[in-house]
């Protein structure tokens, strides 16, 4: 079994920035790639980005430019650094743990991101 936990939400200005952290734990052998969702308020939830255990990413285009992640495969820890935030980025942030062994996804609780003046 799997279980995954991130951290780093909160209220920030636009244009601020603001990292999330999110760490695997258990069975994390299993884990081939990590990465985001994102949920706003009536919205459906949609990948943020990802990182697969060649380090290959993926990114929406939304966040392209502005957001980064990275992470330490070995130990299945991930971050999403996120600059110049806007308004539109409001939403609680999950982080994935996707294990191709078992074709499962592992998900956290989920952390609210606020962008608001």
């Known amino acids: 079994q799997v279980q995954v936990v991130e951290s780093g939400g909160g209220l920030v200005q636009p244009g601020e920035s603001l990292r999330l952290s999110c760490a695997a734990s258990?069975?994390?052998?299993?884990?081939?790639?990590m990465g985001w969702y994102r949920q706003a308020p009536g919205k459906a939830r949609r990948l943020v980005a990802d990182?697969?255990?060649?380090?290959?990413?993926n990114y929406a285009d939304s966040v392209k430019d502005r957001f980064t992640i990275s992470g330490d495969n070995a130990k299945k820890i991930v971050y999403l650094q996120m600059n110049t935030l806007k308004p539109e980025d409001t939403a609680v942030y999950y982080c994935?743990?996707?294990?191709?062994?078992?074709?499962?996804?592992?998900w956290g609780q989920g952390t609210q991101v606020t962008v608001s003046s």
């Open positions: 994935f743990g996707y294990s191709e062994m078992y074709s499962k996804t592992y």
């Open positions: 258990g069975s994390i052998y299993t884990i081939n790639a």
């Open positions: 990182i697969r255990d060649g380090g290959g990413t």
